[in-house]
């Protein structure tokens, strides 16, 4: 157990579907982010919340949109998908000193599939 | 844009031999951290090397930094069938930047 929890674990929706993830950290931390891991490719940054304002988009499809209510919670909103956004979800957080992050817990991340 | 590069991207060996993983990258970093991750899994973060240190220890976990060369490897020694699992280097890039790389695919055969 990391101390990061994300919910659902596996995820199946049509291209039409609106759903959210949802990932909870009990760490304490005051950044969260969004990796997106799909088949043969590296992990990919999506979103960085640090004390809850948005601090890194990488040119993610506004079909994602994230959201995080408080330093505890971060959700992903999904709308619209297409097939290749088919991958798994991971949910981390870490402690942000002087600017610099130190290591990442991840959850277990979301498996999801858009048929 | 992706940093990390490990090498080999796949690695087989049987229980009890050693495992060396490689990882180059490009610009400038303040750490480079190494992490574990199971199928279908999240990562487990396994040790962080700054880029004024050259060498760290955790238990079986030997890891090297040589920022003239851009690289690092990480060594894990007498390994057992529970090490089979994939492992990327993560270089920090500023500030809450962690870029990761493909990761070496290890298979422990006992």
């Known amino acids: 157990e990391t101390g990061v929890t994300q919910t659902p674990r596996h995820l199946v929706m049509g291209m039409t579907n609106k759903k959210s993830l949802k990932c909870e950290q009990h760490l304490g931390h005051n950044a969260m982010y969004w990796y997106k891991q799909s088949a043969k490719k590296p992990l990919e940054l999506m979103f960085v919340y640090s004390l809850e304002e948005r601090v890194e988009n990488n040119s993610v499809p506004s079909r994602f949109s994230p959201e995080c209510p408080n330093s505890s919670h971060l959700f992903l909103h999904l709308h619209t998908l297409q097939p290749e956004d088919s991958a798994l979800y991971l949910c981390?957080?870490?402690?942000?000193?002087?600017?610099?992050?130190?290591?990442?817990?991840f959850g277990s991340g979301t498996q999801l599939s858009v048929l | 844009s992706q940093q990390g590069e490990e090498d080999p991207q796949a690695l087989s060996i049987q229980e009890g031999e050693n495992a060396t993983m490689n990882c180059s990258y490009k610009t400038s970093i303040n750490n480079l951290q190494w992490y574990r991750q199971n199928s279908g899994r999240g990562l487990v973060h396994l040790i962080l090397i700054r880029s004024n240190e050259r060498e760290k220890h955790s238990g079986r976990l030997r890891v090297t930094l040589d920022t003239s060369k851009k690289s690092s490897s990480l060594l894990i020694t007498a390994s057992r069938a529970a090490d089979t699992a994939s492992y990327f280097c993560?270089?920090?890039?500023?500030?809450?930047?962690?870029?990761f790389g493909q990761g070496t695919r290890l298979t422990i055969n006992p």
């Open positions: 981390a957080s870490s402690q942000v000193h002087r600017g610099l992050s130190e290591k990442l817990f």
């Open positions: 993560a270089t920090a890039q500023g500030a809450q930047k962690l870029v």
